[in-house]
């Protein structure tokens, strides 16, 4: 397994809703904005959303109001609930931890998982 290990992908029809998570180290987490990119067959990587450590969040224009980004701390999960879901929507999810400290700067990437929006 990877630094960060994702979960939570599937197949969906028109209109439901999917939750993915992303599990990491606390050495990781309690440093690191956590986010969701996304990327469609032929597209580049795009924002879905971040959160920090704090708890701000930021959405890509077209997911917000449909997507909420959330972390457990306790845990060491972030966390993206996907409603009212379209076959625009179908992607491979990635996440990604922006780890920040004194003695270090990186990104982090999950291995992404597939949500396949189809009826």
């Known amino acids: 397994q990877g630094e960060l290990v994702e979960s939570g992908g599937g197949v969906v029809q028109p209109g439901g809703s999917l939750r993915l998570s992303c599990a990491a180290s606390?050495?990781?987490?309690?440093?690191?904005?956590m986010g969701w990119f996304r990327q469609a067959p032929g597209t580049t990587r795009d924002l879905v959303a971040t959160?920090?450590?704090?708890?701000?969040?930021k959405y890509a224009d077209d997911m917000r109001g449909r997507f909420t980004i959330s972390r457990d701390n306790a845990k060491n999960t972030v966390y993206l609930q996907m409603n009212s879901l379209n076959a625009e929507d179908t992607a491979v999810y990635y996440c990604?931890?922006?780890?920040?400290?004194?003695?270090?700067?990186?990104?982090?990437w999950g291995q992404g998982t597939q949500v396949t929006v189809s009826s």
């Open positions: 959160i920090t450590t704090s708890g701000t969040t």
């Open positions: 990604i931890g922006a780890l920040r400290a004194p003695d270090v700067a990186r990104d982090i």
């Open positions: 606390e050495s990781i987490f309690s440093r690191s904005t």
